[in-house]
């Protein structure tokens, strides 16, 4: 319970510098929770990779495969 308290009540400050991006692109029910709502706190650029899961699919070892290949 309080971790939701604190999301709803904390302000994010914008981050000075460029975001690299993992997107769970699997179609899902809502439509808000994209990488563009990140752009109001991100200065720089956003370097978007798009993975076809969810979110919780993310740590799977063929998407951790894609993202530890992209961070070397």
């Given at each position: 319970p309080n971790h939701a308290r604190m999301m709803?009540?904390?302000r994010?400050?914008?981050f000075?510098?460029?975001?690299?991006?993992?997107t769970?692109?699997?179609p899902r029910a809502e439509?808000?929770?994209t990488r563009?709502?990140?752009?109001?706190?991100?200065?720089g650029t956003?370097?978007?990779h798009d993975l076809d899961c969810t979110h919780p699919?993310?740590?799977r070892e063929a998407h951790l495969d894609t993202i530890t290949s992209v961070l070397s």
């Open positions: 709803r009540e904390h994010h400050r914008r000075d510098g460029d975001v690299l991006f993992f769970a692109a699997a439509d808000w929770l563009e709502a990140w752009r109001p706190h991100v200065a956003i370097d978007n699919q993310l740590l």
